[in-house]
DNA sequence: CTAGGTGCAAAGTATTTGCAACGCT
DNA sequence: AGCGTTGCAAATACTTTGCACCTAG
């Protein structure tokens, strides 16, 4: 790691109120290095090469400090069990980030309409799926 | 169940192709009756009200048919295990229904923006996550 | 020095599978 | 009758936790 990105990392750490250490900094590395949207077992394969005393219980606590600093993101809020829709109608996601509550809102009331058409890459869009993240009334309330 | 109800289902079964039993007439009935984003025990839950014998493998096996077979869609399609977004870019994802693929796709280039507003009930709009559903170019040449 | 971090092993939760018995068509 | 479906129990996958030791600040 350079002297450069040591200091980023350490710049990170602080604004999170955590220590650096020496798992943390390679973790992080190895994200930064990585595409796409590994799970927790493709991130510790790498960093175990570099640190083989590592246990995979280190890289998920590392991995859900990082996304609670916000120093990264998870793919899905709700991707934890999978749940069925009881609503018919086209619809959208309303995800609270304070309680992960989610609730419906029409797709026309949202004002974002499904659209079938060809995306770069060659994607052939069918249809829109929206999360809309944000606060519910009630965590707003709570938060202030 | 009504006679309109249970030829309803019958007609959805035919159209499926699986066979009409009494297990999935009361877990249909169930999800139809049910609001919100139910987990597999919350339908298993009242199903086994009415079927004290049914099991929880067969309420999942249940409901995996009927996702398959379009009858009800689930709430993510990536919602498996726990992933990391590694781009730091304002971006969505591309999600193929045929490989479940995901692949990312620059807010700009999918012309659909952040935007912080108020929505119904008070929701305070903070960014929008959007799954673009559709079938990628490989899985658009094998279905040909 | 000491609060917080780590590694290990065990526990927990969610989901799937093999198989014998059973019921729809 | 024959094949798909069910229930059970065991297996698997993923993730979290308790605790003794260690390390950054």
Redesign the interface.
């Known amino acids: 790691m350079t002297v450069t990105e040591a200091n980023q990392f350490r710049a990170v750490c602080d604004a999170a109120g955590i220590a650096v250490t020496h798992q943390r900094q390679v973790v992080y590395q190895v994200?930064?290095s990585?595409?796409?949207?590994?799970?927790?077992e493709e991130?510790y394969a790498p960093v175990k090469v570099r640190i083989p005393s590592i246990s995979l219980a280190t890289v998920y606590k590392t991995?859900h400090l990082?996304?609670e600093s916000g120093v990264?993101?998870?793919?899905?809020?709700?991707?934890?069990?999978?749940?069925?829709?009881?609503?018919a109608r086209p619809h959208h996601?309303?995800?609270?980030?304070g309680c992960k509550s989610?609730?419906d809102?029409d797709a026309e009331?949202?004002g974002?309409g499904a659209a079938?058409r060809k995306?770069?890459?060659?994607?052939?869009?069918?249809?829109?799926?929206?999360?809309?993240?944000?606060?519910?009334?009630d965590c707003?309330k709570s938060l202030s």
Request: glycine content about 8%; hydrophobic content about 50%.
């Open positions: 994200l930064k990585m595409n796409g949207h590994p799970s927790p991130v991995i990082f996304i990264f993101r998870e793919v899905s809020l709700h991707h934890g069990t999978l749940r069925v829709e009881t609503n996601h309303l995800v609270c980030i989610i609730s809102i009331e949202l974002i079938a995306l770069p890459g060659g994607f052939l869009a069918k249809r829109y799926a929206v999360d809309v993240l944000g606060l519910c009334a707003q």
